[in-house]
């Protein structure tokens, strides 16, 4: 994922905003450190939204925003994101479960929008809440 930044001079420091997170707005003495400082802060932000099992914001394309006048002057940076980082590799799991078990949860399954995988992981997260 490669989210843009826009960084402008502003009152002797430097800011940034991400246009793909709103909420996020950086501001430090240089621009590296502009850089180093909006980049801990996409990462915080997207580890947060793991957390809470909240989708990531998708990272737009940086030519977009280059025709946005609203941007017009600024310096833009791309922070790149690789999304196993943050949530690690997918590992396959096996489990065995009683046949009485394994009915009750196909009954429960087949009136949901849930496959049991879906149902598996939901259960697995509610009860490491």
């Given amino acids: 994922m490669l989210y843009p930044v826009a960084i402008k001079p502003h009152d002797g420091q430097f800011v940034a905003k991400l246009p793909d997170i709103p909420s996020l707005e950086i501001t430090s003495n240089s621009m590296a450190d502009t850089i180093a400082h909006a980049r ?8 947060d939204c793991i957390d809470q099992d909240n989708a990531l914001p998708q990272a737009s394309d940086i030519n ?5 006048t609203k941007y ?8 790149s994101v690789n999304k196993h ?3 690690g590799e997918d590992i396959e799991l096996t489990i065995n479960v009683s046949q009485r078990l394994y009915d009750k ?4 399954i ?6 049991l995988q879906a149902f598996l992981i939901n259960a697995i997260k509610d009860a490491l809440k």
Wanted: glycine share 2%; no cysteine; charged share 20%.
């Fill in 105 to 108: 949860i196909s009954e429960h």
């Fill in 110 to 115: 087949k009136n949901s929008d849930d496959d």
């Fill in 72 to 79: 017009a002057g600024w310096t833009w940076a791309i922070i």
């Fill in 64 to 68: 977009t925003h280059l025709v946005d």
């Fill in 40 to 47: 801990q802060a996409v990462f915080a932000y997207l580890s």
């Fill in 85 to 87: 980082s943050l949530v």
